[in-house]
């Protein structure tokens, strides 16, 4: 069986660092040598001992029960996302994991006719990406919105290689630092639900090793689960983009999810991307050799 010790190791720690006891609820009384929580701490707010706490904080989460590790989510006052993320290291440090992971696809896989003809189908811009951030499959319009992502020749297109390797991101994400935080997260919760995967650790290897931004994003071990929200871009043609989305699991392709963007009807953005559809429609096959 693989030990998770050190990512259960620097996970707490990392959570605990980042409760302060006026948050917790806790006497800040003298000096303290550490950030956030004492283990002490944790441990009276969990009801364990300090020297039960002090194990589980080492890594060795194999047996704990569901009970324990609910009362140190609440401890650790930690979100749905963080919470999830620390039963899925449970789970792995007993070796059921396995169980949970989503099966692995070949690496030249491709959409299936019927997914492109249902996002043909959509009016707004539509993407479906994979654990790893790899743009799989979009409609036009979704294909013309993220066009920036198609000027790297690598196969398929990958929203964290973008993010943190090509300049053009710091224009097409406003706020550059949120999207590099929420990219980041999502990869860090990717490998908590699969932290086998090659394709996986490679890119985190490669980015780590191209990008302080990304590297040290990386050390902090936030996760995160999102499903609905706005985000804003600016698009090299037709400018600022305020967007609200969706994401939604595909059940029939698990490990996909498919995200559909939307505009408040008669809103600048709505009429940009009813600019940026003529666009995409003239632009036609040259929409893959664009350049910036």
Known sequence: MNSNRAEVHEFLTSRRAKISPELAGVPAAGSRRVPGLRRSEVATLAGVSVEYYAKLERGQLAGVSAGVLEAIARALRLDDAERAHLMRLAQEANGSSALLRPSRRPKQWTVRPSLQWSLDTITAPAIVVNHRSDLLATNHLGRAMHNDLYADPATPPNFARFT??????????????????????????????????????????ELSTRSDDFRRRWGSHNVRIHGTGVKHFRHHVVGDLELAYETMDLVAEPGLKMTIYAAEPDSPTAHALTLLASWAATAGGMLDRWAR
Not at 180 to 196: K, S
């Open 164 to 205: 943190f390797l090509d300049s053009a991101a710091h224009r097409f994400y406003p706020d550059w630092n949120l999207f590099a935080d929420m990219t980041v997260a999502n990869l860090r919760t990717a490998a908590g639900i699969d932290p086998h995967d090659k394709g996986l650790h490679d890119l985190v290897g």
